[in-house]
C-alpha cells in the first residue's frame, strides 16, 4: 500500500512513510480537520455578533477566492514535499533553488498549530463537560440564571477547566500516537460520519421550530449597513481558521496524499463539505435561538450558555442537547488530530521514527500551554499580556492567542503560501506538481494565487492598520 511513495525517494523524503489509503480517506482526515469548533462554536457566534448575512457573504467571498487557492497551494507543498511542514518547506526551496529562509513559513505554520490548540483543547474540554450536563440532565427547566452559572462556575474554577482540558488532549494524543491508519484515519472514519448524521438530525428539528425562517433570513439577508472593517478581517480570519490553512495541518495531511489523486478537486470538495457544514450549523442553533427569543449576539458563550436554555425547555431536550455537545466534542477531535500531527510528524523524523515518544512530546508541550488558556478564565483573568497596545486592550491570554493565531499568524501564512506557489515555484513546476495541463483552470488558478488571493490578503491587513 506503501509504495506508491515514489516522491519521497526521489525527493529524500522519509522512506516507507504511511500514506492515506484512498482519495476517500484523505477528504475525511480533511474535512474532519477542517469541520471543528470553528464551524459550530465560532461561526455562528461571530455571524450572530457581526450582524448576519452581510457577514456570511463576506466570509463566502474570502472561502472562494482566497481560501480555496490557499489551500491548493498548502495541499501541493506537502505532497511535493512528503515531510513535516518545517522539513517540507525547507526541502522544496532548495529544490526550487529559493532562499533557505522559506523554511520559516513551514516553523511559522508549526507554531500555529501548535498556538491554536493550546487554546482550542480548553474549548473541547469545555464540549467534553457539556456532554455531562446535557446527558445527566442538567439543562432541564433551568432558568437563563442557573445555565448562567453552571457555564460561570465551570470557568471560575481552575481544576475543573485543567481537568477537561487535560482529558481532552489525552485522547487527541491516544488516537495521533497510533499512526497515520491505525489511530487517525480509524478514528476518522467512524466519527465523521457519526458528524454528519448528527448534524442533520439537529437541523431536521431545528426545521420544526418557529424561529427557522427567521434563522434563514438572518442567515442569508445580507444587511450590508452593519459590514464594519473589523467584521471583514474578521471573516478573513475564520476563512482561514475554518479551512485549518497555514498551521501546518492540511500540509502535513498533504505529505500523505498519493500521487495519482487530484489536490484541486479534493481541496475544492474539503471547501465545500466544510462550508455546508457551517452554514447547517447555523441552521440548527439560530432557530432555537430565536424560538426562545433568545440574544444573537451573545458572543463565545453562543452555544454554551444560550443553546442550553433552549435545550431545557424543548421536548426531549435531554436528547437533542446530548447529541448536539456530542456532535461539538467529535468536531473538535478531529480537528485537534490535525493540529498535534505537523509537530508530531517533525518530531518523529528527528527521532527516527519513534511515534509515540513524538506524540507524547507534542502533547504534553502542548498541554502545558493550555494550563495558562485555561487559567486565563479564572487565576490569570486580570492578566492582559500586550493590554498597553489599543488593539490588545482587555483580551486575556486566551483572546491574544485566538486574535494573534486568526487574525495575524495564519493570514501571513497563507499570504506567503500563494507568494511561494505562484512566485517561487515555476509555472511549469506548479502544474506538475498539481498534475494540470496549462490551459484555463491552470492558468486562472496561477493568476488568483500571484495577484488576487496576496492581494486580498494584504488590502484587508493594511486596512486594518489604518
Ligand atoms: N478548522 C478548525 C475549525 O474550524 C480549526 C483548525 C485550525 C484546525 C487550524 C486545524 C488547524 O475548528
Redesign the pocket.
Known amino acids: 500500500m506503501n509504495e506508491i511513495s515514489q516522491p519521497t525517494a526521489q525527493q529524500g523524503g522519509r522512506h516507507g512513510n504511511p500514506l492515506w489509503s484512498s482519495r476517500l480517506a484523505f477528504i475525511l482526515a480533511a474535512t474532519g480537520?477542517?469541520?471543528?469548533?470553528?464551524?459550530i462554536w465560532k461561526f455562528p457566534y461571530i455571524t450572530g455578533e457581526y450582524g448576519g448575512g452581510a457577514f456570511v457573504l463576506v466570509y463566502l467571498l474570502c472561502i472562494a477566492l482566497i481560501g480555496v487557492p490557499i489551500l491548493i497551494a498548502e495541499v501541493m507543498l506537502g505532497r511535493r514535499g512528503r515531510r513535516s511542514p518545517l522539513h517540507t518547506m525547507a526541502t522544496l526551496a532548495r529544490e526550487d533553488g529559493c532562499s533557505a529562509h522559506w523554511l520559516l513559513l513551514g516553523g511559522m505554520g508549526m507554531l500555529a498549530?501548535w498556538l491554536?490548540l493550546s487554546f482550542?483543547s480548553v474549548i473541547g474540554g469545555w464540549s467534553l463537560a457539556y456532554v455531562g450536563n446535557a446527558v445527566s440532565g442538567q439543562f432541564a427547566g433551568a432558568d437563563a440564571n442557573q445555565i448562567g452559572t453552571l457555564f460561570g462556575d465551570m470557568l471560575a474554577r481552575p481544576a475543573t477547566l485543567l481537568g477537561w482540558h487535560s482529558l481532552f488532549m489525552l485522547v487527541v494524543i491516544a488516537i495521533v500516537c497510533r499512526g497515520l491508519k491505525s489511530g487517525m484515519e480509524k478514528a476518522i472514519n467512524l466519527l465523521m460520519p457519526l458528524l454528519f448524521l448528527l448534524l442533520l438530525v439537529m437541523v431536521g428539528y431545528a426545521m420544526s421550530t418557529p424561529g427557522f425562517e427567521q434563522a434563514t433570513s438572518f442567515l442569508f439577508n445580507p444587511d450590508f449597513s452593519k459590514l464594519t472593517t473589523e467584521a471583514v478581517l474578521t471573516a478573513l480570519g475564520h476563512a482561514f481558521?475554518?479551512?485549518?490553512l497555514a498551521?501546518g495541518?492540511m500540509m502535513a495531511y498533504g505529505s500523505f496524499l498519493p500521487k495519482e489523486y487530484s489536490v484541486t478537486g479534493t481541496a475544492v470538495t474539503i471547501a465545500i463539505v466544510d462550508t455546508v457544514v457551517a452554514l447547517l450549523a447555523g441552521l440548527a442553533i439560530f432557530p432555537l435561538v430565536f424560538s426562545n427569543g433568545l440574544e444573537v449576539a451573545a458572543g463565545p458563550g453562543l452555544i454554551f450558555q444560550t443553546l442550553p436554555l433552549a435545550f431545557g425547555q424543548m421536548p426531549f431536550g435531554i436528547l437533542f442537547g446530548s447529541l448536539f455537545f456530542a456532535l461539538l466534542l467529535i468536531a473538535a477531535i478531529t480537528?485537534a488530530i490535525?493540529?498535534l500531527e505537523p509537530a508530531v510528524e517533525w518530531l518523529e523524523e528527528r527521532q527516527q521514527g519513534n511515534r509515540l515518544r513524538a506524540a507524547l512530546i507534542a502533547g504534553i508541550a502542548v498541554w502545558t500551554l493550555g494550563i495558562v488558556n485555561a487559567l486565563s478564565f479564572n487565576l490569570l483573568g486580570d492578566v492582559h499580556p500586550l493590554g498597553f497596545l489599543t488593539a490588545f486592550e482587555g483580551k486575556t491570554i486566551f483572546d491574544l492567542l485566538d486574535y494573534l493565531t486568526a487574525n495575524i499568524m495564519l493570514p501571513l501564512g497563507g499570504l506567503l503560501m500563494a507568494v511561494y506557489a505562484g512566485w517561487a515555484m515555476s509555472a511549469q513546476a506548479l502544474a506538475q506538481a498539481l498534475s494540470l495541463q496549462p490551459g484555463m483552470l491552470f492558468n486562472t488558478l496561477r493568476f488568483v494565487l500571484r495577484f488576487i488571493s496576496p492581494v486580498l490578503v494584504l488590502v484587508v491587513f493594511i486596512n486594518q492598520l489604518v
Do not use: K, Q
Open positions: 480537520s477542517a469541520v471543528g469548533l470553528g464551524n498549530g491554536i482550542y481558521f475554518t479551512l485549518s498551521s495541518a480537528s490535525s493540529m
